[in-house]
């Protein structure tokens, strides 16, 4: 039973979860999280000749065994047409009673939030393809299943699946659970304004990013992929974080996460973005921050005499070349470069490297003790005129200090029952146990929602979010009449992307793929003439594999494999 309509918005979330969504109702990130779990479809990624042997593997080697498949398999979409779009006023509406639009504007990135001085440079509506529409519209952005996942592969244009950041995500966590093996109490999953990643606490710590995977040593290497890692973390605060226990939100007082699985992964972290300085780290800041270049310049030996090049030139030749400017295969890179390219004497106001990597490696530098820098300032400073910008930011690049959640604000509730679920159990043992404990874990619960399965669960959360958040399939088909929009979807292949009997697919999802079962095109059609003639009474009556749609007078029927228990719904 439905207790009120706060339960009824979070559990029709869990199905079309969208980003703004799960800002809202953080505890349905680990819905999808289990609901990929349940899927046989990751299940199956076991058999794969791909992941042979697997078991004998490190865990480094399974996870990287792991991202090589993702990679092959998906492709990051961010299309605002895939899942349509909103405007604020009507997801305001939506959610008032829940949530101020002041507090969605300082943490949500569709209600003004800009993070740092780098969104506001880049423009945020700009970069997401945005600025083509008026101000107040903003795109659904649904996090996708992994049949959702697949099924791109039905769409024009694309021959692999996809998906956004928090469905790579989510299909990361349930991947490397089911596939690698590796335990969900060392998985996290973080969300910021504008990103979705998470850390994996094995060895030194592993990010995914979108399909990427990044570890410490890459985290600091300077090149473009690292880059794009660090933008997240570096540019905005950490909004959720979620885990098997529970989760934190930056704007709710209470959390359900375990506290101390939490300070665990604070401190595993915060050990994972910073590093001591070094010969290695100096190159590599360089290499990232290619502003700072033009402060630098390189000291080499050509025919015996001493020579110098600016740092920019130096680093281009990386370009063309296998050998980098890093200690270890300088001399190859700068013997490649034409000898009328370097000085007989030292550029003007800038610092020699050479120098400040020598300083370096006799001088224990911690970037961010105070002390530290200004012996580093003292010692360089007066090379550059803006070498006091270089330096902070080399100590910026040293260390990032994530804007998590404040533990010591929150009331850590833990009423939940435990998870309770493990690498040595099956699929379904797995189901099952989350089936006995959905009166007494929200998550469970809700993962069913996620999973939808209208044999588990209640009907009403799944037609409210296929009437009202399904615009695709409406703009899709509005130039047809009724008559055509029949014949349409009638001609699609009688298939649901969801194989196992009780899913359904969402009408944007049965359109998008251009398939669906009986009951699935009878609820794309109610979508339509819902829409269109939004007084007219509309029931959807399911018994056995007759399916009967009644609207306006006028009845339509439609044929189900999906074994549906008798269900009447009326819109």
């Not at 710590?205 to 290497?221: D, F, K, P, S």
């Amino acid at each position: 039973m439905i207790r009120n309509s706060r339960d009824v918005e979070r559990k029709s979330s869990a199905i079309t979860l969208s980003d703004m969504e799960i800002f809202i109702f953080p505890e349905i990130i680990y819905s999808l999280v289990l609901a990929n779990i349940m899927s046989p479809r990751i299940w199956a990624w076991r058999d794969d000749p791909w992941f042979a042997n697997i078991e004998r593997m490190s865990p480094y080697q399974r996870i990287s065994r792991l991202k090589q498949y993702i990679m092959n398999n998906y492709v990051f979409n961010l299309d605002l047409d895939t899942w349509g779009l909103t405007t604020k006023e009507r997801e305001l509406a939506r959610f008032s009673d829940f949530i101020s639009e002041e507090t969605l504007s300082q943490s949500n990135a569709l209600f003004g939030y800009e993070g740092d001085k780098y969104y506001f440079d880049i423009d945020i509506r700009t970069h997401f393809g945005l600025d083509k529409y008026k101000g107040n519209v903003i795109p659904y952005w649904k996090t996708e299943t992994v049949e959702a996942m697949d099924a791109f592969r039905y769409k024009p244009g694309y021959r692999t699946g996809a998906g956004e950041c928090v469905s790579l995500a989510t299909l990361y966590a349930a991947a490397l659970f089911i596939v690698a093996r590796i335990p969900l109490q060392d998985i996290y999953l973080m969300a910021t304004p504008l990103h979705s990643q998470n850390f994996i606490d094995v060895d030194d710590g592993i990010l995914t990013n979108n399909r990427r995977l990044v570890t410490r040593a890459m985290w600091y290497n300077g090149t473009a992929i690292s880059a794009q890692a660090r933008r997240a973390l570096e540019n905005e605060r950490i909004t959720v974080v979620s885990h098997l226990t529970g989760f934190i939100h930056t704007i709710y007082e209470g959390a359900t996460i375990d506290e101390k699985a939490y300070d665990h992964f604070t401190e595993r972290l915060e050990g994972f973005l910073k590093t001591r300085l070094s010969d290695e780290i100096i190159d590599n800041f360089l290499r990232h921050t290619s502003d700072m270049q033009k402060c630098f310049q390189v000291r080499w030996p050509v025919r015996g005499i001493d020579h110098y090049i600016g740092a920019e030139k130096a680093f281009a030749y990386e370009y063309d070349s296998p050998y980098m400017l890093s200690n270890k295969t300088r001399g190859k890179l700068l013997s490649q470069i034409d000898s009328e390219e370097f000085q007989k004497t030292p550029l003007p106001r800038r610092i020699i490297m050479n120098d400040l990597e020598d300083w370096v490696r006799k001088n224990d530098v911690e970037c961010k003790n105070p002390d530290d820098l200004e012996r580093l300032k003292k010692q360089f400073a007066s090379e550059c005129f803006e070498s006091q910008v270089a330096i902070e930011k080399l100590a910026r690049f040293c260390t990032v200090v994530p804007r998590l959640p404040d533990a010591k604000a929150k009331e850590f509730i833990l009423s939940q029952e435990p998870l309770g679920i493990d690498s040595n159990m099956s699929r379904g043992e797995i189901i099952d146990r989350l089936e006995d404990i959905r009166a007494k874990n929200d998550t469970a619960d809700l993962a069913f929602y996620a999973y939808r399965d209208l044999n588990r669960t209640d009907a009403e959360p799944f037609i409210l979010a296929a009437t009202q958040r399904n615009p695709v399939s409406i703009e899709g088909m509005k130039e047809l009449d009724t008559d055509a929009v029949i014949r349409r979807i009638n001609e699609m292949p009688a298939e649901s992307i969801y194989g196992e009997p009780g899913r359904l697919a969402q009408p944007d999802e049965a359109w998008n793929y251009r398939r669906g079962d009986g009951v699935e095109k009878a609820i794309l059609l109610a979508n339509i003439i819902h829409n269109r003639r939004p007084g007219d009474g509309i029931t959807i009556q399911v018994i056995g594999e007759k399916v009967t749609l009644e609207a306006g007078g006028k009845s339509y029927d439609f044929r189900s494999g999906k074994g549906l228990a008798e269900q009447r719904w009326s819109i």
